[in-house]
Nanobody
Framework: QVQLVESGGGLVQAGGSLRLSCAAS????????MAWFRQAPGKERDFVGA??????????HYSDSVKDRFTISRDNAKNTVYLQMNSLKPEDTADYYC????????????????WGQGTQVTVSS
């Protein structure tokens, strides 16, 4: 059973940056695909990006809305995955969630087995 805890959310002005962290425990971190999702008030949970366990290929992929602005990285020694968010926009305001799965690294939230509690990001204009 993997436990995920996000941190690093907060209030930032448009154009600013934030780095979210997701610390994992209770499992062998290196064997899990790690993903980030976000959910704005009244909206569905949307895929942000994912980092595959096939880390030797450096495979990460992102939604079109954040590509070139957000970067996912992982530190297997610290059991932590990060989401670096640059050039933030008011429409990036949402609760951000970390997810993990051994077999899946795609965009469907329902196919991830493990979730964190979320961290709130607010981008002011």
């Amino acid at each position: 059973q993997v436990q995920l805890v996000e941190s690093g959310g907060g209030l930032v002005q448009a154009g600013g940056s934030l780095r979210l962290s997701c610390a994992a425990s209770g499992g062998s971190f290196i064997i899990y695909n790690m993903a980030w999702f976000r959910q704005a008030p009244g909206k569905e949970r949307d895929f942000v990006g994912a980092a595959s366990i096939n880390w030797s290929t450096g495979r990460t992929h992102y939604s079109d809305s954040v590509k070139d602005r957000f970067t996912i990285s992982r530190d297997n020694a610290k059991n932590t995955v990060y989401l670096q968010m640059n050039s933030l926009k008011p429409e990036d305001t949402a609760d951000y969630y970390c997810a993990a799965d051994r077999a899946y690294d795609g965009q469907s939230s329902g196919l991830y087995d493990y979730w964190g509690q979320g961290t709130q990001v607010t981008v002011s204009s």
